[in-house]
């Protein structure tokens, strides 16, 4: 088993200090400038950050805005739009995926049901990930 990892985070620059601290001692990469470098370049990074190592996704809803994931305890503003978090998650194609989750889906808080349209769609994506994985 590899002892090195690779914690990225992708969120908005108003991150609490006490959560700016923690990222900078447990050594997470932050990507802040989607907009900027767009998502290839963003894809890009993420594949060469975790190379060939077994690789777990975790991705938290919150990730996207509010008008594509209502259904959260933390909204954050400003957030990814669905597309680019799928093509995010559809870069890892190829990648040594061992596992993934979709953490902080909050039902009671969407009333239209979205946030669990995206979820679902990631989980739906996750398994095609696992499913080339395993033919890699």
Known sequence: MPRRRSVCRLDDVTARPQLLRF???AGIT???EVDRVGVPAIIERLRE???DLPTYLSIDIDVLDPAFAPGT???ETAGLNSR?????VR???GANIVG???VEVSPPYDHAEITGIAAANLAYEYVA???AARHR
């Open 84 to 88: 680019e978090l799928m093509a995010m």
């Open 23 to 25: 990222i900078f001692v």
């Open 73 to 75: 305890g933390t909204p």
């Open 49 to 51: 950050q975790v190379g």
């Open 91 to 93: 870069g890892f194609l």
């Open 129 to 131: 990930l696992f499913e």
């Open 100 to 102: 993934a989750d979709v």
């Open 30 to 32: 932050r990507f802040l």
